[in-house]
């Protein structure tokens, strides 16, 4: 992701955060329809997570609609919730890889399956690239205030 967004960057932020949790909610979808014979409670836990990712999804759109409502200049106290909700999608997709880790050493019927150790790497991968975003972000921001 590119930082010469200026004043859009909290919008582009956004976006990239609104792209990332529906993806991660639809990975729940694929993991429990890949693996065949899942645990049950592997099962109850990727069906709370997709919840979950929903309605973060839901909540990042909201924000995106205020901030686009905002227009050229966002205010202080709505750049400061947007970092805020940068930080709860950062620590919940860190929450995740967590869980898709665990799927991986856990899960006899992951385990049993190449395909789905691969596809697990992958959807790793891709929440450990909107972290790093994240955390450019909001680290960024707290060198800004420091200074």
């Known amino acids: ?3 010469y ?3 859009q960057m909290p ?3 956004l976006d990239e955060a609104e792209f990332w949790k529906h993806q991660e909610e639809e ?3 694929v993991i429990r329809e890949l693996v ?3 645990e049950q409670p592997f099962v109850e836990a990727l069906q709370k997570w997709e919840e979950a990712l929903s309605a973060t999804h839901q909540q990042i759109v909201r924000y995106i609609e205020s901030v ?3 227009g050229a200049y966002v205010p202080n106290e709505l750049y400061q919730q947007v970092l805020h909700l940068v930080s709860f999608c950062l620590q919940q997709s ?3 890889i967590q869980l898709c880790q665990q799927l991986k050493t856990d899960s006899a019927a992951v385990r049993q399956n190449k395909t789905a150790n691969v596809v697990l790497n992958h959807i790793i991968r891709e929440s450990e690239y909107f972290v790093g975003i994240a955390q450019v972000l909001l680290y960024r921001k707290q060198d800004a205030y420091s200074r």
Do not use: E, P, S
């Open 27 to 29: 990975h729940t979808v």
């Open 68 to 70: 686009v409502r905002a």
């Open 11 to 13: 919008l582009r932020i």
């Open 1 to 3: 992701m590119q930082f």
């Open 94 to 96: 860190l929450a995740f």
């Open 5 to 7: 967004y200026g004043q």
């Open 36 to 38: 065949a014979g899942l």
